[in-house]
């Protein structure tokens, strides 16, 4: 392996780059929400919170809002656990799995998606994702639970999925460590994107405009943002921190594959991935 990739943490940034256009058909793309509109579910919110938060067990709407971390206050609440009510939340799962198999099936196309450099790719990857330690990990330890696909496609996105828990685990290790809530964590990821001003990023414009003013105080009074709202030269250090320590914390689930598998793993990825990309993942 080329040394500039041996470090942990430029492996767990890669890796992170190859695996998210993977996972994020079951958000974008039509298959997931028409499969869990199927099963009843009247939004893409809740069959988003009933499919997501299920392997969790039927826990109250304070531990979804706990493990999701970056939801307003309230949010979860409006979805758990009345989106498991009526709906098995297994069913729930199974949905969001066929969904978003048939999203990647689609994009992918034919060759692709039945290529042996996909089985290859699959059976790195869920190599990796089962491997880590789940100690901390809520959500990783919850997909951990289930049982991983037979057919290569939906094994992909189960293990690139389960992979993207396991950094979404660190990821609020390294915002709790830094002291961002999961709103502020969305004006830092604003910011960073060039947004501005960040009360309009997507993920919050909808708050309460009391809400995102408090906010914005808090960050000015931390010095993480200035009087008009961009970064200060802390606020982007920190930011930095929390990706830098997220990318660490990433890097564990890799450490199972030799570095001629992770050479392997990302020259299978790499053509996929590009295909996701060009698509949107959609």
Known sequence: MDKA???PTTIARRMFELLEPICLVTFMADECNEELAALGHRTYWDGYFASRAAPLGLVPAQVVHAAFYNFADGEAARHIPSAWETIPPAASVAAR???SAASLR???GD???GSPGLVRAADLTTKAAISAPT????MYAGMRTLPVPSDPVARLWHSATMLREHRGDGHIAALVGARIGGTEAHVLSALEQGIHPPESFGRIHHLPKKRLAAVMDGLRER???DSEGWFTDAGRKTKQHIETVTDELAASPY???????????IAELEPLTAVLVAAGSQ
């Open 5 to 7: 990739h041996t470090h």
């Open 97 to 99: 799995e066929r969904g």
């Open 106 to 108: 689609r994009i992918l």
């Open 111 to 113: 060759e692709l998606a």
């Open 135 to 138: 100690e901390g990990r809520v």
């Open 223 to 225: 010095g993480l943002v």
């Open 255 to 265: 450490e199972a594959l030799s570095p001629a598998e992770l050479d392997e793993l």
